[in-house]
């Protein structure tokens, strides 16, 4: 299996790019005055670092060059790498099963897809899966899953459409115990019409989670959607705000030019990225490494070559 590394490599190109092109930019200064802080806060924020973590980083930067007495624009970036690799140092918990994960997001991030990628991992490392199409607001979400069911093998719990997403949850439980799954992961519905309604709707899903389904542990995931640059750190700040999360994923890194807002949203929640999507396909969701992920941005090598790897 191809390390993170090089996996990510070709589909983050646009990311590493538009980043790279613009710190080269700053890397002109000869002096490390105000100027030069300056138009580097505003590389990092152009470069979807977000205004607080942009500042930060800077903040952070100022000082170790003084602490090591820092002067030239090459070894600003070894420190800046360092200082960006740090923030998003936040560890993956192991999972443990039996589990039940609560997958949420807004509309169109790729939940259905993820749960469908994540399924047919645990299925192939020979754990027992079941999915449930608690998206019961769209017909087509709960078919987009049926599908997906069907390719992979996975069971599937599901309602009809406008039934109670909590009872479709209640039966995937209650079926979860009886054929003694490992995995159960629960499919939502992303409607984020306003704050207080996603919030009584995520609380009532996580009561019966916890009510019905006690002997298992849980673990709740949030999709973003790297495309959607600053939106997807406004989401990851109300979906924080409306439910506890364990972790979430990013997808659509591929191509995207955005991907760097995985650095603020990691290091504003503290909630780790456990996988990014990379593609539509079922094996395109890696184990995230934010380490590999920063040192990408910063990486001088040669550019990617044309080859699909997968
Ligand atoms: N390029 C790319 N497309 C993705 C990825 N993840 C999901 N998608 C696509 O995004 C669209 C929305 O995904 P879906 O799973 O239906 O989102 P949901 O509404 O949150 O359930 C679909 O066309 C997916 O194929 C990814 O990592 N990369
Ligand atoms: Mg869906």
Not at 86 to 92: K, L
Not at 202 to 227: C, M, P, Q, Y
Request: aromatic share 6%.
């Amino acid at each position: 299996m191809a390390s993170f590394y090089q996996r990510m490599k070709n589909k983050l190109s646009n990311t590493k790019d538009n980043f790279k092109e613009k710190l080269d930019h700053v890397m002109y200064y000869h002096k490390l005055d105000d100027d030069f802080f300056d138009d580097l806060e505003e590389t990092l924020i152009l470069s979807d670092m977000g205004i607080d973590t942009s500042v930060k980083i800077v903040e952070a930067l100022k000082m170790q060059i003084r602490q090591t007495g820092t002067k030239t624009t090459e070894d600003v970036k070894v420190l800046l790498e360092q200082i960006m690799s740090d923030m998003v140092d936040v560890a993956s918990p192991t999972v443990q099963t039996p589990v039940i994960m609560m997958v949420v997001g807004v509309n169109g991030v790729g939940k259905t897809t993820t749960i469908a990628k994540l399924a047919s991992q645990y299925l192939d490392e020979g754990k027992k899966v079941m999915v449930a199409a608690a998206d019961t607001f769209r017909a087509a979400a709960v078919e987009q899953l049926e599908i997906w069911a069907d390719r992979i093998g996975v069971d599937i719990i599901k309602s009809n459409t406008g039934a109670d997403p909590a009872s479709v949850i209640f039966d995937a439980i209650h079926a979860a115990k009886a054929r003694k799954v490992d995995y159960l992961i629960c499919d939502t519905a992303g409607r984020l019409h306003n704050k207080v309604n996603l919030m009584n709707e995520l609380e009532k899903l996580t009561w019966v989670i916890e009510r019905e389904g006690s002997e298992f542990n849980k673990h709740n995931l949030l999709v973003l959607d790297a495309t959607t640059g600053q939106n997807a750190l406004i989401q990851a700040r109300t979906f924080n705000d409306a439910v506890h999360l364990d972790g979430m994923v990013m997808t659509k890194l591929d191509g995207t030019a955005k991907g760097g807002v995985v650095i603020p949203i990691i290091s504003e929640l503290q909630v780790p990225v456990e996988y990014v999507g990379i593609g539509e396909k079922k094996d395109d969701l890696i184990p995230f490494d934010a380490h590999a992920f920063v040192h990408l941005l910063y990486d001088e090598s040669d550019q990617p070559e044309n080859s699909e790897e997968n």
